[in-house]
């Protein structure tokens, strides 16, 4: 879908856990596939605020954020009818895979809310869904119960061990692995969350052979490429250093696993 800039109403904006909000917000017509994201402007702030939806149709999406700083501290103060503005579509978004094949979804704290949308997406197309959900207590586990509704199972760990396996999404992952492959079909990883989790999937997928989408949270300035505050590195074969820098904001937030450079 060709990106819109758009004036949008908050339909509502509730808290979800400690320290994060869910946002719903007037859409327009303009609908999400997984793993694309948006800029949101916040009242009083300069730069717009990107974030990675968790639902979406044409009347409305959903997202969850997490309260860091001033900016989101003033977005989880909006009332009802606030009106903001919205530039969406952005981003290239996850890969559909062959349907009836088997996902494995991985999130890690604010990452996880997006693999939501995914997780209904596959659904469609008839994929046998695993989700992984990280974070770093009990209190913070975010969407299990949309990942339940379009999951064949849903794993939780967490950081203190206070809600399902104590440990990190990788071992998550590692906890459901022999099942997912028992499925017999073509397996994919889609992940989003922070980059060490991400680290720890990528070593994970070459070694089982498991092809894996990453999804980078880097921060993001500009958020359409002009900057270059985003960006991550990518392995080269021509360059000299082995690796070339690219924007996670213009030619991500998606990335194959393989791709990545890990320092
Ligand atoms: Fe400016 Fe990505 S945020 S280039």
Redesign the pocket.
């Known amino acids: 879908m060709k990106k819109q800039d758009f004036k949008s109403k908050v339909i509502s904006n509730i808290k979800v856990a400690d320290n994060f909000f869910r946002m719903e917000l007037e859409s327009k017509g303009v609908e999400f596939s997984a793993g694309e994201f948006f800029q949101v402007s916040v009242p009083t702030h300069t730069l717009r605020r990107p974030f990675a939806p968790s639902y979406s149709d044409s009347e409305k999406f959903a997202y969850t954020y997490q309260v860091v700083g001033e900016g989101t501290d003033k977005l989880s103060t909006l009332p009802v009818g606030t009106e903001v503005s919205v530039l969406a579509p952005l981003g290239n978004g996850f890969t559909k895979p062959t349907p009836n094949s088997t996902a494995i979804l991985v999130g890690g704290g604010c990452g996880t809310p997006s693999l939501a949308l995914l997780a209904s997406q596959l659904q469609a197309l008839k994929v046998t869904t695993y989700s992984v959900i990280g974070a770093r207590s009990s209190c913070t586990v975010l969407e299990e119960g949309s990942l339940n509704k379009f999951s064949k199972k849903v794993v939780v760990t967490t950081d203190d061990g206070s809600s399902g396996i104590k440990g990190h999404s990788v071992n998550g992952v590692e906890s459901i692995l022999s099942e997912a492959r028992a499925e017999g079909t073509e397996i994919n990883i889609y992940a989003c969350g922070p980059a060490p989790m991400l680290r720890g999937l990528s070593i994970l997928a070459k070694t089982e052979g498991i092809n894996a989408e990453l999804s980078f949270e880097e921060r ?11 960006v991550i590195k990518i392995n080269s074969e021509t360059a000299e250093t082995g690796f070339v820098f690219k ?4 030619d991500g937030p998606v990335f194959n696993s393989t791709e990545i450079y890990w320092d």
């Open positions: 993001m300035a500009c958020g359409f490429g002009a900057c270059m505050g985003c924007r996670v904001c213009h």
